[in-house]
């Protein structure tokens, strides 16, 4: 009898998990998505002189947004509170050029990867000596706080590691020789050096995907997402929009 019991009390816990995960997908369908992101990381995402979200991950919404048939709303703040507004469902998923990590992996669930690439290393042109990893020993490192650059530039032996709010402002510190490099994807480092003609790509460090965050319970929106993410990639869209921002 107990057994029974147990057994009924588990399938009913089930369904209610099943309700829950159903709810994300059907609430969005309902309100609309609401897209949280850190608009200082171009070309992914950045203010326009009208102080307008542009950029590639915009782009690439709207249209996941149109495949899903319904309106997309961003929220601009700063990139270290992204995943706690996630997780306290002020925001239905996270894009900010997000790199999928392991540890973040713990608290949020992600898409697909989306676009791959290397993380690099960018210096002054004048700066000397500095080729790999190891040799930001002894310098002051810029990144922005939360970030997967961060917590590179912290395992790094002896460097500096200064963070900053904002990556734009990482990019100025180098700029400025407040800091002598910085470590950033290589699409962002690209935008970053035409901001700034005086910087230089050195060194090109690991490969990382990036993906969009959602809550672990929304794994029918996930899934939809998926599925509409596969379908750009199958018609040319997503070539399309990298050929647009990542010149």
Not at 20 to 39: D, I, K, Y
Not at 136 to 153: N, Y
Not at 218 to 229: E, F, H, P, T, Y
């Amino acid at each position: 009898m107990r057994k029974g019991i147990v057994v009924m009390v588990l399938v009913g816990l089930l369904g209610v998990s099943g309700a829950l995960a159903q709810s994300c997908l059907a609430n969005v369908r309902a309100n609309g998505l609401t897209v949280g992101t850190s608009p200082d990381y171009p070309p992914f995402e950045s203010l326009d002189k009208n102080n307008k979200i542009i950029g590639f991950d915009v782009d690439l919404l709207n249209l996941i947004g149109a495949e899903l048939g319904v309106k997309v709303n961003f929220i601009g703040q700063s990139f270290d509170g992204l995943i706690p507004a996630l997780l306290t469902k002020k925001i239905d998923l996270i894009a900010a050029g997000l790199t999928i990590t392991e540890e973040r992996k713990k608290s949020v669930d992600f898409t697909r990867p989306y676009i791959s690439g290397p993380n690099v290393i960018i210096t002054r042109k004048e700066t000397t000596g500095i080729s790999k990893l190891e040799d930001l020993a002894g310098k002051k490192v810029a990144v922005q706080i939360g970030s997967a650059q961060e917590k590179i530039a912290s395992g790094v032996k002896g460097a500096e590691v200064k963070s900053y709010n904002l990556y734009t402002d990482a990019a100025l510190a180098v700029n400025t020789r407040q800091a002598d490099a910085l470590i950033v994807h290589r699409f962002v480092g690209r935008a970053f050096l035409k901001q700034y003609p005086d910087l230089k790509i050195v060194a090109e460090l690991n490969q990382v995907d990036t993906g969009l965050a959602l809550r672990k319970e929304c794994s029918d929106l996930r899934r939809a997402i998926d599925a509409a993410i596969e379908k750009l990639e199958k018609n040319g869209k997503m070539d399309e929009l990298a050929a647009k921002w990542f010149k």
